[in-house]
């Protein structure tokens, strides 16, 4: 529309639009926009965690080979003088040599204790080939899998060779001889580690390698050909997991820095403070300490393993700074494998970062392999000397004077940067440098609580940061806080171990181990936490029961289940949800915890969740009481009757409002059905029977004999998109077309002859497609049969399900399964037909044998009508019937068309009603009720316990996996819709400026006046014959209903947006859709006339259609009766009723009315009562009785008065004041038309009238408050259609006589429109449905001549 761009422009109308806009949208409450119905209902993929070691390992035994010859320097190294002479900080020359050996030997010895105190040390000093090998060998045997460690220091021998061989000496001291590497790899085998600290070490490294590789070649060539010389030879073990530390490059010397020990590597390696702290008073920087010497640093007060003191906190600080570095720079894999496999091996290479540094300031490289990359200028390396001065400067006056040591800032300074880290950041970022030190910090009591904090903060951040954490080694950590019996730490712990658990639940066997499982029973248990925290120890507790014996023994022993059925009723609804679901899961499969559930009444007290208001609870309850039944122990009578009970109250939540409930109800009945098999194959057998017997007229042969309306050429229909909940519904457009004519072509009563048999069907394959059943080949029941069934067995009395007999409590179970496969809902139909069809195979199966089709023979038999059971459906020309390949199949329309060849994988035909189960001629009479039948039916095609065995106890929906998504994803972010920056904020507020421009300018025209109305600004021809018509409120698009589908169509560039099936079946047809949501993320529901209600997403825009939701809104929709007062206008009624539709079923199907502002959907028709649904709850929340005996024809409700208005079909409007019980909320009858009333509404001003109109067209006002009409105007007669424009008081007018008439308030007709513009003035079709646009003057008309056309006000005022 081309709208005054004056108005557009002007600055104060931006203003007041703003506020509008703020005003009324934003309070709008939105409905089905909850995760349940944006997500699909299932976990999240899990994460394969690498963060368990898989082969944690020990350094058992370590080898120190000392190479000194004290006082004998080897030939091919030059000392200095003065030179480097400290070898593990002892001079040998200040002693004998013999001694000086011993004594640094027994150092070296205490300086690896310190990292490893547990492992078996074995000196060999000065030794000769045969004590090395002797050494290496036996520790090797003790060692077994474990990692053995040889040291080797070589600073009184030649340094290593390029062949690969390192030097002794010979007995008697008077050669080196040489020791080759190879000989070391085989004596050590794997896994080892080797530190070497002599010049020229690389060499060895590279030696190490060549000959790894030369083993990995020789083992190849030995598996690849026995023969082969060398695999007669024991095979040399492989050097893949070995470790090396090298204390410098092949070409590099040591240093010999005499203010350095000789054995720097070494000192590094195993005494790291000591060394740092000499070396940074070295530095030129330490002048800025006064007073601190290298005297002065061997007295500085502590122990290393004691964190209070000056040198254990410097110690500790040490650890996690280069634990630090190494998380950052190294490959996560590396990390894990050499900084968390091995206590010793992670010592070793965080004390070979700080060798790196120290080594390269004097021009030598450490070499490492595997190789890491470089590490020394790493910025946290300042932390460290940062920490170090603090420490240094404090020393001269606690030693000389005694003053308290003031701790180092350290930590918390690192605490400070991870929570700027997490409260600075962007969403994709690198993750913060800190980690490992937080880890550190847990140690701390002092930081404790703060590290929790934080850490619990960054694992909100999603699964990503869980694993994150756990690989940096967390685990043990926050296990063994679970010992502490501080009060403040328990709401983080929790919150913690919700995280862990969301992302990695095999961590439950670790809980259980440690006890871990009783902190939390202690913290559910206790009343005074939070609901929050409350729910998390619960969903902990029920992910440590989730299908783990050992954690259900340990939890019931610890009483969960009278601590989760006291807090059943929590106001908290997470809580209640997820006590639901531990409960379900502690007795899944566990007979002990359910007895003590049934000593607890725990199925009684779970019964009030089954009417929650919260849907996930009530979807839990039904989880928690579909384990309770399923338990496969043997049943006594007592639990029989329980069994009974339960299945008796699950039965209720048959027309639940969400499909999320009825799915698991589904799930909670396949147990039962499994415990109780047998009982249900008979009464699978006993229904399959009654169907057979019985023809039920579906109600769409329930016209009047002789009304069939010939089918007329339909419009060549384009292909259907789609939709995802149906993607296997329509094929192509031939499919569509016979569908459509199939629909057409139902018998009528009189079972006279159709005008087809099957053999024209050949081109077809969906022929008899049916809903939900993605593979029907494969079913025995098909949609049909089931429906059939369903309608034969009186489903009324669902409603009176409680109080039966208890024989019948399995047809109950049936019958309800039955309603269930004809759900709305296609993931919940498809449910229950596996579970029908899974009993009924077995039925047939094991049924008794009977005459079975000879493959050979092909008898000639009609399909199955639902009238003419058996007797051949003869051609209008009266040529025979083809022969089709099947008896009567099961499904009643028509039989698979023969054209198409069936896959052989399957059994040549479909068992068939007759209990022809295939296999059966074979059984013997005297079977077992379900052993799989004879073992010799391969000829069949396949095995007959081939056949999918639907029911299995694994059958189930993804609800808990999809709740448990609730805590691995961020709970602390604020939602997008509230963040004021986010693209959906942002695009919200477009809609909503949008909506009130709209409004502002639609009311500017309708102010003015509309004097005519028939300025016809689109038509086009609907791909069906329009049924009703709907206007989006605010953008250009209208929704046009034809019996089964729905098509969009955009108004103003007159183009079709969407078309799509609706999912309803054959006999029923859409009578009534309503935009949800209209203002801001629209969502369609369509209702049709049995009484079920479907609500769509991603339509007339580029995705595929969704279905939301579907529920039964209305059950039992009775056959209707048509008011009668006056032979004449019964007449009239009637033949308007026909005319309108045609698929001739005389009700007004399903009428619906909409309340946004309170989430309220009023649904009524062929019922005598208004039911009123809670869209927030998917619940009913209300049923008003009509008092009337006929059916309700239109409903208008009015939330500011809380006032329903009612026209029914025997003429009267009736007024209910919803706040009153249901005895007295009728509170006016107006029974002033004589005839069916096409249209009542209730003006939503607050002393708005009630404008009502019947199919005699007398226009009637009422006010509320009196008992007779204001004002009557009189219209058209047979009105066959009508809308109220709410703005403009206009009221439009179609009649079957083919014209619209539009008048104004005062019952003047502004407008007459007989004849399409254009088309050569073609006259329009009988109206079907006619609708005003909410605020601009459109009034959309649909005919039955298929065309759709809107017309507007004239273009002067638009």
């Avoid at 040489?178 to 030696?207: E, H, R």
């Avoid at 090396?244 to 020990?261: F, G, H, K, R, V």
């Avoid at 997490?422 to 970022?429: F, K, Q």
């Avoid at 016209?703 to 998109?721: F, H, K, Q, Y």
Wanted: aromatic content about 8%.
């Amino acid at each position: 529309m081309k709208m005054d761009s004056d108005l557009l422009h002007s600055p104060a109308v931006g203003l007041t639009e703003e506020e509008e806009a703020d005003m009324n949208d934003w309070k709008l409450p939105l409905t089905f926009m909850k995760k349940r119905h944006l997500e699909k209902i299932e976990g999240s993929k899990a994460l394969a965690q690498s963060w368990r070691m898989k082969d944690r390992m020990k350094t058992v035994s370590v080898a120190l080979v000392l190479c000194l010859n004290v006082g004998v320097d080897p030939p091919d190294v030059v000392k200095t003088s003065p030179c480097a002479r400290l070898e593990c900080w002892i001079d040998p020359l200040s002693m004998s040599p013999q001694k000086a050996l011993e004594t640094i030997g027994a150092n070296l010895q205490k300086q690896y204790e310190n990292w490893q105190p547990r492992a078996r040390y074995k000196q060999s000093l000065d030794p000769t080939v045969d004590e090395v090998k002797k050494l290496c060998t036996s520790l090797r045997r003790n060692a077994k899998e474990e990692r053995v460690l040889f040291h080797y220091n070589g600073h009184g021998v030649p340094r290593p060779t390029v062949n690969g061989e390192i030097w002794v000496f010979n007995k008697n001291y008077t050669q080196y001889i040489p020791l080759s590497i190879y000989d070391l790899q085989t004596w050590m085998g794997s896994p080892s580690i080797f530190v070497y600290d002599c010049s020229n070490a690389g060499i060895i490294v590279k030696s190490f390698k060549q000959f790894a590789l030369q083993r990995e070649q020789e083992l190849e060539v030995a598996a690849i050909n026995p023969s082969h010389p060398l695999a007669q030879m024991p095979l040399p073990p492989s050097m893949k997991n070995c470790i090396q530390l090298a204390a410098c490059e092949a070409n590099e010397l040591l240093p010999m820095n005499p203010d350095l020990p000789a054995d720097l590597f070494t000192s590094c390696l195993t005494t790291p403070i000591k060394i740092a702290l000499r070396w940074f008073c070295m530095q030129k920087s330490a002048k800025l300490v006064p007073g601190v010497t290298l005297d002065l640093i061997e007295k500085i007060p502590g122990r290393l393993n004691d964190r209070r003191t000056p040198l254990g906190e410097l110690n500790w600080i040490f650890t996690a700074i280069t634990d630090t570095i190494a998380w950052n720079v190294l490959p996560r894999d590396l990390f894990q494998k050499l900084f968390r496999q091995d206590l010793l091996v992670a010592s070793l290479f965080r004390n070979f970062l700080l060798a790196e540094r120290i080594m390269r300031s004097y021009n030598c490289t450490p070499v490492s392999s595997p190789r890491l990359p470089p590490t020394y200028m790493h910025a946290m390396w300042q932390a460290w000397d940062l920490a170090v001065d603090i420490c240094l400067s404090q020393l001269p006056t606690i030693i000389e004077e005694g003053t308290a040591f003031r701790h180092s800032p350290f930590f918390a300074e690192q605490l400070t940067a991870f929570q700027v880290w997490l409260t600075m950041g962007v969403e994709n970022r690198n993750p913060p440098e800190q980690l490992p030190i937080v880890l550190q910090v847990l140690l701390s009591q002092v930081h404790r609580l703060r590290a929790l904090d934080l850490l619990g903060r960054f694992l909100d951040l999603g699964p990503w940061a869980v694993s994150l954490a756990l690989s940096v080694g967390i685990f043990p950590y926050v296990l063994k806080l679970l010992q502490s019996s501080a009060r403040e730490l328990r709401p983080l712990l929790v919150f913690i171990w919700a995280k862990i658990l969301a992302v990695d639940s095999s961590c439950q066997a670790d809980l259980v181990k440690d006890n871990g499982h009783k902190y939390f029973l202690s913290v559910l248990a206790d009343s005074y936490m939070p609901a929050e925290h409350r729910t998390m120890a619960v969903f902990i507790l029920a992910v440590i029961v989730n299908n783990y014996n050992t954690g259900q023994e340990a939890c019931l022993q610890g009483n969960l289940i009278a601590n989760c059925l006291e807090q059943l009723s929590d106001p908290h609804p997470l809580l209640r949800q997820w006590v639901a679901i531990c409960l379900g899961r502690i007795w899944q499969n566990f007979e002990p915890a359910r007895w003590c559930g049934v000593r607890d009444s725990a199925h009684e007290k779970l019964y009030t969740l089954l009417s929650d208001p919260i849907p996930e609870v009530r979807c839990a309850a039904v989880f928690a009481l579909g384990t309770f039944v399923g338990n496969s122990a043997e049943r006594t009578d007592h639990s029989t009757t329980i069994d009974h009970n339960v299945a008796m109250m699950l039965a209720q939540l048959i027309n639940d409002g969400s499909p999320v409930v009825r799915k698991e109800l589904v799930v909670a009945l396949s147990h039962l059905v499994v415990q109780y098999e047998s009982n249900f194959c008979t009464v699978a057998l006993q229904f399959i029977e009654e169907e057979k017997n019985y023809a039920v007229p579906s109600p769409a042969n329930a016209a009047e004999p002789g009304n069939m309306t010939p089918v007329r050429d339909s419009p060549a229909i384009p292909r259907l998109r789609s939709v995802n909940s149906y993607t296997n519904i329509r094929a192509v457009t031939t499919a569509r077309n016979l569908n459509k004519s199939l629909q057409n072509l139902n018998l009528n009563e009189e079972g006279g002859p159709a005008a087809f048999s099957p053999g024209n069907l050949s081109t077809s394959s969906s022929a008899s497609s049916t809903l939900g059943s993605p593979d029907n080949d494969e079913y025995i029941l098909s949609f049909e049969t089931i429906d059939k069934m369903r309608r034969v067995s009186s489903y009324s009395s669902l409603n009176s399900l409680i109080g039966v007999s208890f024989n019948s409590v399995y047809t109950q179970i049936w019958r309800v399964l039955l309603h269930l496969a004809a759900d709305p809902f296609p993931e919940v139909s498809d449910l229950a037909m596996k579970v029908l069809n899974s009993i009924a195979y077995k039925a047939t199966m094991n049924a008794r044998p009977q005459r079975i089709l000879d493959s050979g023979s092909l008898t000639q038999s009609a399909p199955a009508s639902p009238t003419s059971k058996g007797t051949h459906i003869h051609q209008a020309g009266g040529s025979p019937p083809m022969p089709s390949t099947s008896s009567s199949s099961l499904t009643n329309e028509v039989p698979k068309p023969p054209a198409r060849e069936q896959p052989v994988t399957r059994p040549p035909y479909t068992p068939t009603l007759g209990g022809q189960a295939p296999h059966s001629h074979q059984f013997p009479r005297t079977r077992k009720m379900f052993d799989k039948g004879p073992e010799q039916a391969a000829e069949d095609g396949e095995e007959p316990g081939g056949h999918r065995n639907y029911v299995s106890l694994a059958l189930q929906t993804g609800l808990c996996d999809w709740s448990a998504k609730y805590f691995a994803q961020p709970v602390m972010k604020i939602p997008e819709e509230h963040d004021l920056e986010s693209q959906v904020r942002m695009e919200r507020q477009w809609r909503f400026l949008r909506n009130a421009r709209v409004r502002r300018q639609s009311r500017v025209i309708t102010q003015r006046g509309i004097s005519r109305l028939d300025d016809q600004i689109f038509i086009n021809r609907n791909p069906g014959v329009p049924s009703v018509v709907k206007f989006h409120p605010f953008n250009t698009c209208i929704a046009v209903a034809d019996k089964d589908s729905i098509c969009f169509w955009d108004w103003e560039k007159g183009e079709r947006l969407d078309y799509f099936y609706n999912g309803n079946p054959r006999y029923t047809r859409i009578t009534a859709m309503e935009y949800l949501n209209g203002h801001d993320c629209s969502l369609l529901l369509t209702a049709t006339d049995d009484g079920a209600l479907r609500v769509w997403k991603n339509f007339a825009d580029q995705k595929n259609p969704e279905m939301v939701t579907a529920w039964q809104g209305l059950s039992d929709m009775l056959p209707t009766t048509r008011g009668q007062p006056s032979s004449s206008t019964h007449s009239l009624a009637r033949r308007v009723s026909i005319y309108l539709d045609r698929s001739k079923q005389g009700g007004a199907g399903m009428v619906v009315d909409w309340e946004q502002e309170t989430g309220l959907l009023m649904t009524s028709g062929d019922v005598r009562v208004i039911r009123i649904w809670d869209t927030d709850r998917e619940m009913k929340v209300q049923d008003i009785p009509t008092g009337a005996d006929s059916c309700v024809t239109s409903l208008s409700c009015d939330s500011q008065r809380s006032l329903i208005v009612a026209g029914l079909g025997d003429g009267s409007v009736r007024v209910f004041d919803r706040r009153m019980g249901p005895s007295e909320c009728r509170v006016m009858t107006y029974r002033e038309h004589g005839a069916w009333v096409v249209k009542a509404h209730l003006q939503k001003e607050t002393d708005g009238n009630i404008i009502s109109v019947s199919v005699n067209g007398d226009v009637r006002f009422f006010e509320p408050r009196t008992p007779d009409s204001i004002n009557v105007l009189q219209t058209v007669k047979g009105l066959t259609a009508l809308d109220i424009h709410p703005q403009a008081n206009l009221f439009a007018c179609g009649s079957m006589n083919q014209f619209i008439a539009v008048y104004n308030a005062n019952g003047d007709v502004i407008s007459n429109i007989k004849y399409y513009d254009g088309f050569m003035g073609q006259r329009i079709g009988a109206i079907s449905c006619l609708a005003f646009h909410p605020y601009w003057p459109h009034l959309a008309v649909g005919s039955n001549d298929y065309y759709m056309s809107i017309y507007s006000a004239e273009k002067r005022l638009r």
